[in-house]
């Protein structure tokens, strides 16, 4: 009797830690849904991509300190804001990029500026310290499910993202400009030769990236509490061991990996709470080396 | 005078100044402390040159090796109770080991070597760090070398590596190896024609890097005898490394080391007391650098069609 | 719980083997590494562990996201303590949503939270306070105090060195170490010249009828 009430205790607290795990990955799916877009279409690594997400927070963060309370105002400033930013963006940086001799290089240097920039604007604007947004959903009662109480802000925040990623993924396989994007994913010049405007339709998968990266940001006080100008690179190597995870150029990839990201970490963080930060690089590298092929598409050196 | 002649004579004329500079220095100016680390930016900057500018390989996990060196010389002191001047070997050695261990990344390609290697360098800083490795490293504690603290012999080896790098990045730069190496990076197809193992001659000059790095990390314990894991595996170290580099140009020997002290001198000039000004600078240049000038400031002279070292 | 640092961990040492020695078992005792920011699922594994007291040792950054965790888990201890909060009163309010969210709460109280009377060196804390103020026309806080504090320290040092090599002033700093009383306590090195740790006192949070957070001291002022 004794034991069993022990082995029940136990088994509580692994399921727990795989659906927090869950509802934590799926919003890290979204959280990293731009990194895999642009490297897909553009071959562009997006060193900057946790600071557009820390952008997307502060843009949440000023918002709420003038009184917009709600998140859904939020997310609809930062499509607007930062889908015009990416749009614009763009044309100074892609073309130039995207017809140089190695573009993963010089854009994975470049945006490493960009981030330095992104960051330093942030600590003069906002300063060092970290801030809250303190959302309504933070103070909600905790949820029951199966006798264990899950936290309402992760959930919503997990059904958010589920929500943008399914959209992103109608986008992809059922519109016209979709079609396009997937061209150019499968192959830049062929589809121009066949008539796409391959820099308008790049300019928008750049905005989309920089808009679900945004929308990560108003969500990550629910999931990550604090938000401050230098969380950009940690996010931005979870999200590439999350990419890396799942499969490139595909949005559903980014939920695989992001579960299994978010998972390993609770996981780790219930058995072997030492090492679980270690996680997410264990998981990058050793994907990287066991199915550089497979997972990856292109990830072997061939020059 | 022949071309590559020239080439070597003004290579041997930097390698030359930067010793006679760095040697006197500590004479006149009394802050040791910005000389040490800009010493320790050109070793690294060239280790990372070497490496970036001959394979294509850029490492962002390049910390990883400085800090396996920082901590191999350390525990050479503190636990095999070597005088400093052998455990500095010690340190170059452990590096090289890690980078015999870290070969297979070698497989991978352009961005995702430098995410690999980084992943790489994060899993080595978690285990030297873990509390479960206390006896060891000392966990979190870090390092205390109080015994062997000699600031002086110290800064002379760090000159002596300066001059032995630069050297090495000379003789390389001017091999057969290298030159076959900076005209194939792209493209290894036609190597075997000429009868070259790339992939051997990559792995050569990754451990050779490992080794550069390695050296500077365990001079650098040497040095400052106190550090603390978080110290010596600062991706920040990788970061000012590789920007230096690419600032300067890399594949030259002269690009490193112009980059270090413009940049490391203007970090010192700016970067301590308004850090975020600073990084707004090194952000903005960098950008620039990668739309207008993407072989660094050197390649503007080489516009001009002088010589490059 | 601990972070994995030298900070952090070694007070976690000297915690357990105190509580050990005292007949109390610690039924949670883990470290994280200091880069953690997410710590909802490992408070629902201590909370299973029905602790009576619960001791979170981390940097600022760790206590804010644990007592967020903590504040939307919707657990409840007996006893919780944390380091920062008595340091940095005003950054925890803001971003723990305001005073209530600290009352009750255990920490090591600082000045401007305590006030040092029986000072012999400097201004006390209400000068320093009005000081400030007028000078740099912000309210003071902890990181103000211990900067004076820290040129307190290198000013009586100065007055006390016949020369400015170092030998001098280390035998400046040891003449007057343990008998200089500044307004952030008792200013003392070891015999190897490192500053001795000062026991810090154990307060609790609570907030009054006006509104206002204010400490009351659980072990008394050194």
Known sequence: MQTFRVEGRLLRILFYAIISGMLFGLFFALMSLGLNLLFGVMRMVNLAHGDFVMVGAFIAYVAYTHGILSPWLGLALVIVILGGLGFVLYFPIGPRLTGSYDPEMLSLILFFGVSQILEALAVMVFGNNPVAVGYHVLTVKPVNLLGQAYQPSWILAAGVSVIVILAVYGYLYHTRLGYATRAIMGDREESESTGINVHRVSAIVFALGLVTAGLAGVLSPLVIGSIYPTMGLGLTITAFAVVIIGSLGNPLGSILGGLIYGISLMLMETYLSTWSTMVPYVLLLLILLLRPTGLLGKGVRRA | MPKIARSLWMNGFI????????????????????????????????????????????????????????????????????????????????????????????????????????????????????????????????????????????????????????????????????????????????????????????AGVWLASALVAGLAGAIFAWHTSVFYPTTVFDLNISVFAIVFTLFGGAGTVLGPTVGVVVLFGLYNVIGISSPQYFQLLFGVLIVTLVLFLPNGVVSLLRRRGWDVP | MYCTNDFDQSQDNTLVSKLQAAGITPVYNNGVPTSTSSYTVLLHNMAATHPQAVIELGYPNNDIAFLQALKSSGDHFPMVFTIFPGQLPSLFESNLGGVSSLNGLYTYPAPPLINRSNINYGMSLPQFSSAYQTTIGQPVNFLSVAGYNTALVIQKTLATANSLNQLSLRHAVSKFSGKLRTLDGTFQINSEGAQVGETLPVGRFSVNSSGQLQVNLVTPLQ
């Not at chain 2, 500590?26 to 490496?51: C, D, E, H, K, R």
């Not at chain 2, 525990?75 to 010690?90: D, E, K, N, R, T």
């Not at chain 2, 978690?126 to 015994?147: E, F, R, W």
């Open chain 2, 15 to 202: 390698g030359v100044v930067l010793l006679v500079v760095f040697g006197v220095a500590p004479g006149f100016y009394a802050n040791t402390s910005i000389l040490f680390q800009m010493m320790m930016y050109i070793v690294l900057a060239q280790g990372v040159n070497v490496l970036y500018g001959f394979t294509g390989y850029l490492p962002f996990g390049y910390v990883g090796f400085f800090g396996a060196g920082a901590y191999g010389a350390s525990l050479a002191i503190q636990m095999g109770h070597l005088p400093g001047s052998v455990a500095m070997g010690v340190g170059a050695m452990v590096s090289v080991v890690l980078g015999l261990v870290l070969l297979p990344l070698l497989r991978l390609a352009g961005a995702y070597f430098a995410i690999g290697s980084m992943a790489a360098a994060e899993i080595v800083y978690y285990v030297v760090s873990n509390p479960a490795l206390d006896k060891v490293t000392n966990g979190p504690y870090g390092i205390q070398l109080v015994q062997s603290y000699h600031p002086v012999e110290s800064y002379a080896f760090m000159v002596g590596a300066l001059g032995l790098v630069t050297l090495g990045v000379m003789i390389l730069r001017h091999s057969r190896i290298g030159m076959a190496l900076l005209a194939l990076r792209e493209d290894s197809v036609s190597a075997a024609m000429i009868g070259i193992n790339v992939v051997t001659a990559r």
